[in-house]
């Protein structure tokens, strides 16, 4: 069965340093998105791409958070620099178009310490 | 603006007896809405949604959903709980067509007692 990929599964990382997540969707999915998760609540949408170009980008922290998705399959996150405040669960999910189901993957766990 | 309330953050049931995890909404059209089941350190897994048509919906697991427009909710039911059942429940929402750009609720843990 298909699965979304994300690697680290979990990430320690000191404050101020350089942190990236990467996500391998489900192939032939055109649609990709990435949640923040902070413990306890649901996930927020950082950052939604449709092949390699941004569609909503709306609630990323764009000072310190960057993603790119260069060939329209997989895609980075990366977090420059880290605050503790970033502690939380990276999801990454994809669809094949914007209007059909998203499957998401097991996300990344990030501490800032 | 979307929103989503999930009404309680913990709710406790024994196992055999019905589950009932509220969830209202907000929005200013037509909704899709969703809910998703999370299980600790891992993804969410969708349990079922609704977009058009029927508005009871039923899901995987036993689960089943009711859109009842006139109260803004879309509360998810199970007749008999499962002690596999015991895992964080969320319930989300979108607009315009879209099934992957979704506005969530805090969530709501379910505790299954044996």
């Known amino acids: 069965e298909a699965e979304v990929a994300q690697s680290p599964r979990y990430k320690i990382t000191e404050k101020s340093q350089a942190v990236a997540f990467w996500c391998d969707p489900i192939?032939?999915?055109?649609?990709l998105y990435w949640y923040r998760q902070i413990l306890g609540q649901g996930p927020e949408l950082l950052v939604q791409?449709?092949?390699?170009?941004?569609?909503?980008d709306s609630q990323l922290p764009k000072d310190r958070f960057s993603a790119e998705r260069l060939k329209g399959v997989d895609s980075t996150l990366k977090i420059q620099p880290a605050e503790l405040g970033d502690s939380a669960m990276y999801l990454c999910?994809?669809?094949?178009?914007?209007?059909?189901?998203?499957?998401f993957g097991q996300g990344t766990r990030l501490t800032v310490v | 603006a979307q929103s989503v309330t999930q009404l309680g953050s913990h709710v406790s049931v024994s196992e055999g007896a019905l589950v009932l995890l509220r969830c209202n909404y907000s929005?200013?059209?037509?909704?899709?809405l969703f809910w998703y089941v999370q299980y600790p350190n891992q993804g969410l897994q969708l349990l079922l949604k609704?977009?058009?048509?029927?508005?009871l919906v039923k899901g995987i697991n036993g689960f089943e959903a009711e859109f009842k427009k006139s109260e803004t909710s879309f509360h998810l039911t199970k007749p008999s709980a499962h002690m596999s059942d015991a895992a964080e429940y969320f319930c989300?929402?979108?607009?315009?067509?879209?099934?992957?750009?979704?506005?969530f609720g805090k969530g709501t843990k379910l505790s299954v007692k044996p």
């Open positions: 929005s200013s059209v037509p909704p899709y």
């Open positions: 999910a994809s669809s094949r178009v914007v209007d059909t189901e998203a499957f």
């Open positions: 989300a929402v979108s607009e315009g067509g879209s099934q992957g750009n979704l506005i």
């Open positions: 192939s032939g999915h055109a649609t």
């Open positions: 791409f449709q092949d390699e170009s941004v569609v909503d």
């Open positions: 609704y977009t058009t048509g029927a508005t």
